[in-house]
């Protein structure tokens, strides 16, 4: 009997979740869809994705038109609406996760991008999401800035699962490590149940082989050349490493044996930009047990077409991602450079996105006044 690559990838033990969502996959049955032909079991969004559903409008109607009418600002419009998504989504997924013991059906939704770097804020916008969507599984996504992770530790603290986002850089996905597991610690010293608490650590991908890739460009010796698109992976795959160690440390086991789950890592940012790189780049080279990845749409169906999987490629090879590495930082690419700037500019590319989505929802209340 011959099985789909997406089933295969499943049994190797990487969760299929899919990197969008919008109100018309969700009441057209598209979604349901998914989980039973491709093997998906969770959801992402950002602010790109809701900024692209609203704007085509689709199923949205209603829902503004009585907003408009009862009065509602900007902030409670966008608010009101994309927890209505993140809610049925999750209502769509909630067999997964009953199935999964809460391991999967997974639907994840951002804090603002605008509060970034203002961990108080941050902090009280997860609990308003978290409550506001009341389904146990949800995600809030927080994204690994400085201030960042203070507010991961305090949301895991007061029991709320958290989608920890824009991860670049191995010392910061350390951080973000720590944070949670500092966030356990309070959650279990204020006696919440561990075991209703879960998390994964986003690690983006293509962007890194993109900003590399650019500056191996720039420097145009053959060494250098010969070092593109090998970043990403190489970066991906130490990360993998990392989290080995961290949750096999005495301070993790602890709390793994008090009934904790482990902060799975994820793979974001797996569509390639780079039309010469095969489509499934992201999705072959990065298969261990244990992780997520979140895939758009059209890296899914190229997955499920022609992807060829071939058991764990990830913890034979960390050796081989190391020296990757350090021949990026011997061809004089400064890896801790690259990091910050994908850091910075992925915020900002969400804030961009985030007030596009706020401009489509001013003009569609507008336009129902």
């Avoid at 904790?260 to 499934?280: E, H, I, Y």
């Avoid at 007030?355 to 006044?369: D, G, M, P, Q, Y």
Wanted: charged share 25%; proline share 3%.
């Amino acid at each position: 009997m011959s099985t789909s690559p997406t089933a295969a990838l499943s049994e190797a033990g990487v969760s299929i979740w899919l990197d969008d969502l919008s109100r018309g996959r969700i009441t057209s049955g598209g979604l349901a869809r998914l989980i039973a032909e491709r093997n998906v079991v969770g959801v992402t969004t950002n602010p790109t994705i809701f900024a692209g559903a609203l704007s085509k409008g689709d199923g949205y109607q209603a829902q503004l038109h009585e907003l408009a009418a009862a009065g509602a600002d900007v902030d409670t419009a966008v608010f009101e609406t994309t927890t209505d998504d993140v809610r049925d989504a999750a209502d769509v997924f909630r067999p997964v996760y009953d199935a999964s013991a809460g391991y999967d059906g997974r639907v994840s939704i951002e804090v603002s991008p605008d509060l970034a770097n203002d961990t108080d804020a941050t902090i009280a916008q997860a609990h308003a999401l978290w409550e506001k969507v009341d389904r146990p599984n949800v995600m809030i996504k927080i994204p690994a800035t400085l201030e960042g992770l203070p507010a991961i530790t305090a949301a895991i603290g007061a029991g709320i699962s958290v989608n920890v986002t824009l991860i670049f850089s191995l010392d910061r996905y350390r951080a973000v490590i720590d944070a949670y597991l500092t966030g356990l610690e309070q959650a279990k010293a204020a006696g919440v149940d561990l075991s209703t608490i879960h998390s994964v650590a986003s690690f983006f991908v293509s962007r890194v082989d993109t900003e590399i890739d650019k500056r191996l460009t720039e420097i145009g010796t053959d060494e250098a050349l010969a070092l593109k698109s090998k970043a990403g992976v190489a970066n991906a795959r130490l990360a993998y490493e990392l989290f080995l160690e961290e949750f096999a440390s005495e301070r993790a086991v602890a709390l793994l044996d008090a009934g904790a789950n482990r902060q799975r890592p994820l793979w974001a940012s797996t569509g390639v930009k780079d039309p010469a790189l095969p489509d499934t780049l992201y999705v072959t080279e990065l298969v261990a047990p244990g992780v997520v990845n979140t895939m758009p749409e059209k890296t899914l169906e190229a997955t499920f077409d022609h992807g060829v999987i071939e058991g764990d490629t990830v913890t034979g090879a960390f050796a081989d991602a190391g020296k990757v590495l350090d021949a990026l930082a011997g061809v004089g690419v400064d890896y801790d450079d690259v990091t910050l700037v994908l850091e910075r500019e992925g915020v900002e590319k969400f804030i961009v996105s985030w007030h596009e989505l706020l401009e489509t929802v001013r003009t569609a209340l507008e336009e129902a006044r």
